[in-house]
Structures are given as structure tokens and as C-alpha cells.
């Protein structure tokens, strides 16, 4: 585990009962490429609707 880094079961829940994490938080290396990719797709989704957007009313 590395500094800053939360360790976790697999649904994302630490050590205290209810306190869920998720992100670059936790100490999961191959779960942090997923949520970045899975944030990436996020984002270039919102850019292309966010253009479509501004296409359609100008």
C-alpha cells in the first residue's frame, strides 16, 4: 500500500463499518486503470453532448 492509498474489500468498504471509498483511493492498482478509463468515457461523452448542444442552438 502506498501513501494516500485506502485499503478495501471488493465492494469498496473499509475497515469502518459504512465508510465506502472508490477511485484513486484505493490501494488496487488494475481498479484505478477502470476508473480511469471508466472516467475518461465520461468525460468525452459530456464534451461531445456539451457540442451538440452548442451546435444545436446557435
Do not use: H
Not at 488496487?28 to 453532448?49: E, H, P, S, Y
Request: glycine share 10%; no cysteine; hydrophobic share 40%.
Amino acid at each position: 500500500m502506498k501513501k494516500g492509498q485506502i485499503i478495501t474489500d471488493q465492494f469498496g468498504e473499509t475497515s469502518v463499518s459504512g465508510l465506502f471509498v472508490s477511485g484513486e483511493t484505493k490501494a488496487n492498482f488494475a481498479r484505478q486503470l477502470i476508473n480511469a478509463a471508466a472516467d475518461g468515457g465520461d468525460v468525452a461523452k459530456f464534451m461531445i453532448m456539451k457540442r451538440l448542444q452548442e451546435d444545436f442552438y446557435k
